[in-house]
């Protein structure tokens, strides 16, 4: 018997694979997910998937927590400035453009010392730069070496620190937010939740299929009663499916890009100290579970709010703090690289052909 730690939807998305038990309900989980690479991995334990899984984050306990977002930004930037040092490594960041990326590498910049600066080096596209020229232009242009991100495949599995952004969605809301907003308008969001408006908005992404989406929700209510808070909103719903759900495979899924000769170095030591989300931390969810009003206002602009803040207080860009919006920069990695590898298992073994009988469960909450 295997355990993933991630695999590729493609994997398991032809026959033998796909004609065990509860496959072909699993699958429209990618297409809910919006696009072709996520799984879901629930972090509560509640449901039972057909692909045999482990996680690697679990939820922290809940307890009162007080800091603030800015206080963990803060915190978490020295912990990785000072890890690169004591390591004698440098710091790659994987830089988006986006509200993520740029929350990540202003809080760098606030706690860095110069020295520590020269050791910073931004991972960068024409995409990056367009989503976010004027920050391009007054604090990474000429202050900061960059190089272009189509190098990232190559430092997985080095000795360098690769930093991305991941999880601040995970942290501060859904993608499925701006859809609601698009079809019920803004104020749906903090209202009492409404299982037929969350049946809908899924069933749009499923072309209509609402018997699929009412599944899907029936498990995701099951999750929500898993929830050490209460969630009692449109907002909080899709934001505890999000955290619960996807927050390993927005982060192990770029492994699947480590180049064979690199293979090896891809040790649980390494996802500690090496391949390193920004976000990944037991203070950043214990925030998120005490915040539970901190993600959005009261229109899709201020969705994430309180990240656009921390680079405001830095850059004074006072546009983009109240004007820019969550652009997918997934994608543009996505295409950039050829993805080698299907399957990791939790002995951090990359491959490409599994024996569906290894890693599949027949007994589900995906079978009919």
Known sequence: MTRLLY?????????????????ARFLHATTLYGGQWAIPIDRTGTITTPIRNVSLFPIPEFRKFTKSYEEV??????ELLGNAERLGVKLYVLYSGGIDSTCLLV?????????????????LSHESIAENPRFYDEHIRGKLRVESSIMFMNLLGGGDILLSAELNDQLLGSDLVGQMIARYGSPAIHKPYDRGQVVAIFGASLKGDTE???????????????????IDTNFEFLWWVNFTTKWQACLVYVLLFTPPRNAGAVTKDYLDTRFVSFYNTDEFQLWSLNNLDKRIQDTWASYKWIAKQVIYDYT???EYRDHKTKVRSRQVILRQQYIGNKF?????????????ETYLEPQNDFAA
């Open 107 to 123: 809080s760098l910049l606030k706690q860095a010392t110069p020295q520590q600066k020269k050791n910073i080096v931004v991972l």
């Open 7 to 23: 695999c590729l939807p493609s994997g398991f998305s032809e026959p033998p694979a796909k004609d065990n038990p509860g496959i």
């Open 316 to 318: 004074k860009d006072a």
């Open 73 to 78: 930004c803060n915190d978490r930037a020295r």
């Open 212 to 230: 699929t989406a009412g599944f899907y929700v029936d498990l995701f209510e099951r999750i929500r009663d898993a929830a050490p808070v209460p």
């Open 344 to 356: 990791l298992d939790e002995n951090m073994r990359f491959s490409n052909d599994l024996a569906p």
